[in-house]
């Protein structure tokens, strides 16, 4: 069974959560505070986090920044009244998968934890999508890995979900609807969401050092599409995304690799 982490210091809240998850055949483990919520996250490894961030002692901020230090692959949705943009984007910055603003309904909260599971654990394993290889650039979907040219670049679940979907249809522009439906399970999803993972990804990419593995270019009114780096001697021309094939490999299999365009 699927083990929560639920944090929130407001005792009512926090027993009619618990209550509701437990109905939906989750474990949960309750925290009232920063503090605590530390102590049973290294004490029980949770499969998922629901963060409340008004927290007595430590906040919700650094709660999560120091789960993000310890993990950054265990999924967390973060709960607050706060609505300032701000407040969202500093979420995203710290590595939270989702954002539920308060008062929700509990099957909202339910669907979403849900939705995060599905995307985050995958699909069944004889229905795996294929490790992705792209010019020195490796993504592996059942370890949520990301490797270019021999170096580990640390992704979020939900990075690694737009960088997979984007990769895997390098030079093609990847609509925003489409791109809320493979990520979040919603085409009705957070425009300044996936903005913010957008940044964070091109961050990643940037600071990788030497030539970057590709571009996340934005497409108004569209969408992003992935472009393929350039040699040295193709700067300041974009990459064609014919000049060498995505190789798909299938994620149980460890020999040869079939070649898709």
């Given at each position: 069974?699927?083990?929560?982490?639920?944090?929130?210091?407001?005792?009512?809240?926090?027993?009619?959560?618990?209550?509701?998850?437990?109905?939906?055949?989750?474990?949960?483990?309750?925290?009232?505070?920063?503090?605590?919520?530390?102590?049973?996250?290294?004490?029980?490894?949770p499969d998922l986090v629901v963060l409340d961030l008004g927290l007595p002692g430590?906040?919700?901020?650094e709660v999560l920044r120091r789960m993000r230090e310890d993990d950054e692959t265990?999924?967390?949705?973060?709960?607050?009244?706060?609505?300032?943009?701000?407040?969202?984007?500093?979420?995203?910055?710290?590595?939270?998968?989702?954002?539920?603003?308060?008062?929700?309904?509990?099957?909202?909260?339910?669907?979403?934890?849900?939705?995060?599971?599905?995307?985050?654990?995958?699909k069944d394993q004889t229905d795996s999508e294929p490790r992705v290889e792209i010019?020195?650039?490796?993504?592996?979907?059942?370890?949520?890995?990301?490797?270019?040219?021999?170096?580990?670049?640390?992704?979020?679940?939900?990075?690694?979900?737009?960088?997979?979907?984007?990769?895997?249809?390098?030079?093609?522009?990847?609509?925003?609807?489409?791109?809320?439906?493979?990520?979040?399970?919603?085409?009705?999803?957070?425009?300044?969401?996936?903005?913010?993972?957008?940044?964070?990804?091109?961050?990643?990419?940037?600071?990788?050092?030497?030539?970057?593995?590709?571009?996340?270019?934005?497409?108004?009114?569209?969408?992003?599409?992935?472009?393929?780096?350039?040699?040295?001697?193709?700067?300041?021309?974009?990459?064609?995304?014919?000049?060498?094939?995505?190789?798909?490999?299938?994620?149980?299999?460890?020999?040869?690799?079939?070649?898709?365009?």
């Amino acid at each position: 069974m699927i083990k929560i982490l639920l944090v929130e210091d407001d005792a009512e809240m926090l027993d009619l959560t618990a209550y509701v998850l437990r109905r939906e055949r989750f474990v949960v483990v309750e925290a009232s505070d920063g503090a605590m919520a530390l102590r049973r996250w290294k004490a029980d490894r949770p499969d998922l986090v629901v963060l409340d961030l008004g927290l007595p002692g430590l906040d919700g901020f650094e709660v999560l920044r120091r789960m993000r230090e310890d993990d950054e692959t265990t999924p967390v949705l973060v709960l607050t009244a706060r609505s300032q943009a701000q407040d969202i984007l500093r979420c995203f910055n710290l590595g939270t998968d989702d954002f539920l603003p308060k008062p929700f309904e509990f099957r909202e909260l339910t669907a979403r934890l849900r939705a995060i599971l599905r995307r985050v654990r995958g699909k069944d394993q004889t229905d795996s999508e294929p490790r992705v290889e792209i010019d020195g650039l490796s993504l592996d979907p059942e370890a949520y890995e990301v490797t270019w040219r021999d170096s580990w670049i640390r992704l979020t679940p939900t990075e690694f979900r737009i960088l997979y979907l984007l990769a895997t249809n390098a030079g093609h522009v990847v609509a925003a609807s489409r791109m809320y439906t493979y990520v979040w399970g919603s085409e009705g999803g957070d425009a300044n969401a996936l903005r913010s993972h957008i940044s964070h990804l091109r961050r990643k990419l940037e600071e990788i050092g030497g030539e970057a593995p590709g571009q996340i270019t934005s497409v108004p009114a569209v969408g992003y599409v992935f472009r393929r780096s350039a040699s040295r001697s193709e700067l300041g021309a974009a990459a064609s995304p014919e000049r060498a094939p995505i190789s798909l490999v299938p994620s149980s299999a460890s020999g040869s690799t079939a070649a898709a365009s």
